[in-house]
């Protein structure tokens, strides 16, 4: 389980739904590669329309011939984490766009964890299993 708060580092991949790496998504060897360096997480996220350095706009509207939909890949964790990517999406994204964004993580809890109680008195007198200290 891995814990962030405070200041951190953004990550956002822009690519065509379509791009492959190795007959694979490249959408999801970025987030396999993301998983395997232990990143707090990774999501893809498909627009419904956009365009990029080629200037052909991509679009989900029913009469459009475009099927090459955008998708952005946002990963954020530590900026040493981060950065420590960076080396493998230059192998990786030979065509669309990254950027970094410094941030702010407010709260990042996974499935199955509690959220830390804050000290004060609602906790004193209890172990950590919340049952009442003898």
């Given at each position: ?27 999801a ?9 232990g ?20 679009t ?24 420590a ?15 970094l ?15 830390p ?8 007198g209890k ?8």
């Amino acid at each position: 389980m891995t814990r962030l708060t405070g200041r951190a580092l953004r990550l956002t991949v822009f690519v065509g739904e379509h791009d492959t790496w190795r007959h694979k998504p490249l959408y999801a060897e970025i987030v396999h590669r993301a998983h395997a360096a232990g990143l707090a997480g990774a999501s893809v996220f498909r627009g419904i329309e956009g365009f990029g350095a080629s200037s052909l706009i991509h679009t989900s509207r029913l009469l459009s011939l475009s099927e090459d939909l955008p998708v952005a890949i946002v990963i954020v964790d530590t900026e040493e984490r981060v950065r420590a990517l960076l080396p493998q999406l230059d192998e990786l994204v030979t065509e669309g766009l990254v950027t970094l964004d410094d941030c702010e993580v407010i709260r990042y809890i996974g499935r199955g964890d509690s959220p830390p109680e804050p000290p004060g008195p609602a906790t004193r007198g209890k172990n950590t299993e919340g049952k009442k200290a003898p």
